[in-house]
């Protein structure tokens, strides 16, 4: 809000502002500005695009967690027509701790959807 009395003064700083501006000289721009320009924007995007990786690194590290425990829980395969004693064995205590760790996960999953919402 102006006041009267400040009128003139208002003006004569809007003056002095635009008398700034018409002697102010812009820098020159170089001869290769574009050419420093363009380096830059793809030197970003290049740095964005590695960034986009480091966040689907976690999910790269699950998949290969994943092939990796798909791989060494195969059937071994029968030498002979009979398997190995210890490679059965030890098929035989994972699959028996895989069972267990899912029956406990389904009974977990039951306790929850048979609680009441809040």
């Known amino acids: 809000m102006v006041v009267r009395g400040d009128e003139s003064s208002s003006n004569n ?3 002095a502002l635009w008398a700034a501006l018409d002697e102010w000289e812009p820098e020159s721009i170089s001869l290769d500005f574009n050419r420093k320009l363009y380096k ?3 030197a970003f995007e290049r740095r964005r695009s590695l960034l986009q990786l480091f966040h689907a690194a976690p999910v790269i590290i699950l998949f ?6 798909n791989s060494s829980t195969r059937p071994t395969v029968p030498v002979n027509g009979t398997e190995n004693s210890a490679a ?3 098929k035989a205590e994972l ?5 267990a760790e899912a029956l406990s996960d389904l009974s977990m999953i039951q306790a929850l959807n048979s ?3 809040l």
């Open 13 to 15: 700083k809007d003056n």
């Open 95 to 99: 699959e028996s701790k895989a069972m």
């Open 115 to 117: 609680t009441e919402p």
């Open 64 to 69: 290969a967690l994943l092939i990796l425990f």
């Open 40 to 42: 830059r924007v793809d």
């Open 88 to 90: 059965a064995s030890s």
